[in-house]
């Protein structure tokens, strides 16, 4: 018996695996807060230069939305005119518009002008941060279990978090930002590896597509909170102190049994094995608690190289990386510039979240006909999406919304879809170090899009058709991999190798369950009662 016919005899959907999920689902709304919060904290409201007659000039940052002078003249924003006609640059300083925000770190610390690029330049260290945290945590997973990383990975999310809120300036906000960065990594990976670990072949892109509900949620519920919250400090102080609430995660969050047995801790596996089949009412068959070789034998180790060693994998790694490249790439360059928009920023940001719910819903609904032809659609609508904004003119910012909606609505689906698709093409010996290494791809993309974002400053349409042409390139390449849809997952790198000439897709997979983990094969059944 392999593990996957273990995790099915004792229920690979059952009641403990949708608890499971409820605690991995739980800290993906406050990831939703901190990868979104950036949109509201530095947003930059309307100024102006301030001029020495100004009342408080010493130390006043904001005024009042209706002030007489107008903030949204450009040649004021940066510039003083003197008697001459000619533009001085602002020597005391800036004054705000609180019309929206009380305050944000723009305000506080002058982001403007000269020094406008700090602020997407913060937003790129902070994805610099979830590129090291997959790499990072990524590996101590590895070594000390998903449970013990995920705690950490919580922990230390909470308490950086919370220092955010008391930067004393922009470089220590930064740096803040990014340990929040690595540490969010470290739950996104370690919750989708152990939800996925726990869980049968057939169910498996739930673990997924499940917790991005949760996500999609936080998405929603944080343009409330900035809603009422305009404050920076108090805004990063409320979505962050939850965190802490989370400490009874000790004593409820489990291990992966398939970790445990992969580092020669069998009677701990079998503990946690026997445990599950309970709250699932089954009974752990006696051959696992009895037989030392019921789970196999050794396996020969396997590294990154691996993923490109062979031809028809290295062509498969190549797309899926790019892929992973390209959805994070477009997902937070249209989720960031969404205050470019011109409509209610905090109704536009509650409407990106509400979309991501029926994306996935239709990601469940079309995925088991085909992952290739899933894959390739969703991404041709966000790429075309993108590229429609382009001839809708700048005094619409309805119609460019509604488009960006479809955009956001198709590369929503992508992502979902990906997840799924990587984990089924890479063989089991590689898969868990080819989602790490895709997710590494996915956070380069991330780091770049604020700064493809600052390029609109200079040419609006830049940002636009990057995001529009990089999606559809993807949507031909996907074209190139094979459909995994109830195929049996590829175990070896021979396997995947040889992809076109194994099993017949018609026999799919041997190991599938019904909602309570139920094998519906009754062969496989019988052997199991066999082997008990």
């Known amino acids: 018996m392999n593990f996957d016919q273990i995790l099915a005899a004792i229920g690979g959907f059952g009641r403990y695996q949708k608890i499971l999920y409820i605690w991995i689902c739980l800290p993906q709304i406050l990831l939703a807060f901190h990868m979104m919060v950036s949109i509201f904290t530095g947003a930059t409201p309307p100024h102006r230069c301030r001029e020495s007659s100004d009342p408080g000039a010493g130390n006043q940052t ?40 009380q305050s944000t770190t723009v305000t506080e610390w002058d982001l403007v002008c000269s020094k406008a690029g700090l602020n997407s330049l913060g937003s790129s260290i902070y994805m610099s941060g979830l590129l090291v945290g997959s790499v990072l945590f990524g590996a101590m997973a590895d070594r000390y279990g998903r449970r013990f990383v995920l705690l950490l990975s919580i922990a230390l999310q909470t308490v950086f978090g919370v220092a955010v809120a008391f930067a004393p300036n922009f470089p220590v906000y930064v740096i803040l930002r990014f340990a929040v960065g690595a540490t969010i990594s470290g739950v996104i990976i370690n919750a989708f ?17 499940i917790t991005d509900y949760a996500f999609g949620l936080g998405y929603m519920l944080l343009a409330g909170v900035a809603y009422l919250i305009r404050d920076w400090r108090k805004l990063q102080l409320a979505i962050s102190a939850p965190g802490f609430l989370l400490i009874f995660y000790i004593r409820v969050l489990p291990q992966s049994a398939r970790w445990l047995l992969a580092n020669d801790r069998r009677e701990e596996a079998v503990a946690l094995l026997r ?30 190289v691996d ?33 470019r928009l011109g409509t209610n920023l905090y109704l536009t940001q509650f409407v990106f979240g509400l979309v991501e719910i029926p994306a996935r819903t239709l990601v469940l609904l079309v995925l088991p006909f085909s992952r290739r032809l899933s894959q390739s659609g969703f991404l041709a609508v966000g790429g075309l999406a993108c590229l429609l904004m382009l001839t809708i003119p700048a005094d619409h910012p309805n119609l460019l919304t509604g488009l960006a909606m479809v955009g956001k609505f198709g590369i929503t689906a992508s992502f979902a879809v990906i997840y799924v698709y990587t984990a089924e093409l890479f063989p ?70 040889n992809w076109d000439i194994r099993l017949d897709p018609g026999k799919g997979n041997p190991e599938i369950c019904d909602d309570v983990g139920q094998i519906e094969n009754s062969t496989e059944l019988q052997h199991l009662q066999s082997q008990s």
């Open 307 to 339: 993923l490109v060693r062979r031809p028809q994998m290295r062509k498969r790694t190549i797309i899926l990386f790019y892929i992973w490249f390209v959805n994070v790439l477009v997902y937070y360059g249209l989720s960031l510039g969404v205050s």
């Open 193 to 209: 590896v152990l939800g996925t670990e726990w869980t049968c072949t057939k169910r498996r892109m739930l673990a997924g597509i």
């Open 62 to 101: 904001l005024i009042p939305a209706t002030d007489t002078v107008n903030l949204s003249l450009s040649n004021s924003s940066c510039f003083l005119s003197d008697p001459q006609q000619q533009d001085v640059p602002c020597s005391h300083g800036w004054v705000y518009s609180r019309e929206v925000f």
């Open 428 to 497: 089991t010996v590689v898969r868990q170090t080819g989602i790490g290494v895709s997710s590494m791809f996915a956070r380069m993309g991330g780091v770049l899009a604020p700064v493809i974002n600052m390029l609109h400053n200079h040419s609006p349409a830049t940002p636009l058709i990057i995001f529009g042409m990089s999606p559809l390139l993807g949507a031909i390449l996907a074209l190139a991999l094979p459909e995994t849809t109830n195929r049996p997952l590829p175990d070896t790198l021979e396997e995947a190798e």
């Open 275 to 304: 445990k599950a089949a309970l709250i699932n009412g089954r009974v752990l068959p006696p051959a696992v608690q009895v037989d030392k070789n019921v789970l196999g034998g050794a396996k020969r180790s396997h590294s990154v």
